[in-house]
């Protein structure tokens, strides 16, 4: 007899949750937390210890970033998300990897530059939005250049499966046939989201 999953409760007051359930972030440890729809809106207040965790999933279709500023950003691989954080009162930069989320060096200045450019990044939540890119490309079966606006409980979702998938030094089938079934999903859930048109 097959076993049935166990059941997901809400971390607050112990509520059996659905399969598709709020998320609420504690800002000072950066650690997720799963919660009812209850126990999520009395956490809608920003001063709260917890922040709720937005369901935005954008597309950034016009979303500009050069082959130059990308290699400034000194990422080691082709993907990373960045967030601005409370706690640290400025924008940080992680790559999903093996052994989790990697925190990468990032500048004001390039930052400044690619927010500029692309307007749209001003209205990121902090803590709980991340501006998501993937530019693995055509050697990983993408077409172009993939920028998302997203909960920053998609970010660790990402990071979580390549930690669990990762085998050897260049992941193996598995891993990617996931990455790739990841944006894929991103991409149908996703609104397109443009820029005003710059004067």
Known sequence: MRESAPLERCELCNTELSA???HLLEPASRKLVCACEACAILFSNPDSKFRRVPKRIGYLSDFLLTD???ESLMIPINMAFFFRSTIANRVLAFYPSPAGPTESLLTLEAWQEI???NPILQTMEADVEALLINRLGRER?????????????QCYKLTGLIR???RGLS??????????DFFDDLQNRAISIKEPVRA
Do not use: C, K, N, S
Not at 171 to 180: A, N, P
């Open 141 to 153: 079966q993408f077409a172009a250049a993939q920028y998302y606006l997203v909960p920053i409980d």
């Open 164 to 166: 669990a998938h990762w």
């Open 115 to 117: 927010v500029a450019q």
């Open 68 to 70: 130059g500023q990308w």
């Open 171 to 180: 992941g193996g089938t598995l891993v990617w046939d996931e990455i790739r």
């Open 20 to 22: 598709e359930h709020q």
